[in-house]
């Protein structure tokens, strides 16, 4: 590859999108800059969407990110229906060829469903947390299945909101992401605050007389009004079939973020090289800094620096919240480098033998009503 990009489009308005767009302009880039985005809206913070905007029903604006400073042509409202990358021309669903120079790929992903049931409720755009905080203003019974991150931050708005609520977890829900320790912190909060939690090898959604009901592997069968259902992503590459930049659903990039010497990929559609091997982290922090790395890639080549990630994640749930940084799940007990169990703001590190270590930070003091119902069991 050589010569000077003339025209970048960047396909994906989300965070990652933004950011690299941002950066190539900080980066030099001065030539024609497009971005395609399917929402008909600017690029907002997701993170708040389980968090904030769920929990207040006052809240209009804690989605809302800065105005944008790039200058791009932005084509909201349409979607990337495929990419030609031999003769660099992106196709919208609208018909429309978008010729490139460059090329970044931040299409992100989209919530997976369980069933193709209308009534199973998914929490993935703005949309969808606008249209849950309205239906929970009923304090309808709730089931939450899955018990990621996201299922519990949805099961603890849930309860503030007056909600009965019961999670459907394989195993104790946070363990696969935090380890045992801090997941047992975060379970025995959630108990106390009046979650009713069902640990179970597998679940699935059928169709009840009553509407949709959780049907669990070992026999019972969950029912409440609503069912939303919380059970990881899936990558959005479908229109880059046959482009050979997509392996087993994601997009497989160097260390400087790029999938091949034109084309750059940031965010939840991308697979890293990292120490703990190849792995896709849909982190909203990992799509910030993936992308600042790709699009200066983009734009100086061999000179841009490589990719050098710290994973950080933070939760706000059950009057907890939690900022980790490191490879986490974490095995055993932290050592306390400030505070202690059991309440009040306390700093954790899980120290690793050549070193490093694992911190995390974690207060108490969140207030959220201590709620005590449950949602409708049936055998």
């Not at 880039?29 to 600017?42: I, M, N, S």
């Not at 380890?179 to 939690?197: E, N, P, Q």
């Not at 007389?209 to 590459?237: K, M, Q, S, W, Y």
């Not at 392996?247 to 890293?272: F, I, N, Q, T």
Request: hydrophobic share 40%; charged share 20%; net charge negative.
């Amino acid at each position: 590859m050589s010569g000077t990009p003339r025209r970048i489009v960047v396909v994906g308005n989300g965070i990652a999108g933004l950011t690299a767009a941002d950066t190539l302009r900080e980066a030099g880039f001065d030539g024609e800059l497009t971005v395609v985005g399917d929402e008909g809206r600017p690029a907002y913070s997701r993170p708040a969407l389980s968090k904030a905007l769920l929990l207040d029903g006052d809240d209009t604006a804690s989605h809302e990110l800065p105005p944008t400073g790039h200058g791009a042509t932005e084509l909201l409202g349409v979607r990337a229906a495929g990419l030609d990358p031999e003769r660099r021309l992106v196709t919208l669903d609208d018909g429309t060829n978008l010729p490139y120079d460059r090329l970044v790929l931040a299409t992100g992903s989209r919530a997976r469903r369980l069933s193709d049931l209308p009534e199973e409720l998914t929490l993935r755009g703005l949309d969808d947390a606008l249209a849950l905080r309205g239906r929970l203003a009923a304090e309808p019974s709730v089931v939450v299945v899955g018990g990621g991150p996201l299922g519990m931050e949805i099961a603890s708005g849930c309860l503030a909101a007056g909600c009965r609520v019961t999670l459907v977890s394989q195993g104790v829900p946070m363990v696969l992401q935090l380890g045992a320790y801090l997941a047992g912190v975060f379970r025995t909060a959630a108990l106390d605050r009046g979650l009713t939690v069902v640990e179970t090898a597998a679940a699935h959604l059928e169709r009840g007389a009553g509407g949709i009901r959780v049907a669990l592997d070992e026999g019972p069968v969950l029912e409440a009004e609503l069912t939303i259902t919380a059970a990881g992503d899936v990558p959005n590459t479908e229109w880059l079939a046959g482009t050979g930049l997509v392996a087993k659903g994601a997009v497989p990039v160097d260390s400087r973020g790029l999938a091949r010497p034109d084309v750059a990929a940031a965010g939840d559609l991308a697979v890293l090289p990292t120490a703990h091997g190849p792995r896709r982290i849909p982190l909203w922090s990992s799509a910030i800094e993936q992308a600042k790395v790709a699009a200066r890639a983009l734009v100086r080549g061999d000179e841009a620096p490589p990719l050098r990630l710290q994973p950080y994640f933070w939760t706000e749930q059950f009057g907890l919240s939690l900022k980790a940084v490191g490879h986490f799940p974490v095995a055993g007990e932290p050592e306390y480098l400030d505070g202690g169990p059991g309440g009040g703001p306390a700093l954790m590190r899980w120290s690793r033998r050549d070193g490093s270590g694992d911190v995390a930070a974690l207060d108490y003091r969140i207030p959220i009503p201590r709620l005590r119902r449950t949602a409708r069991a049936t055998t």
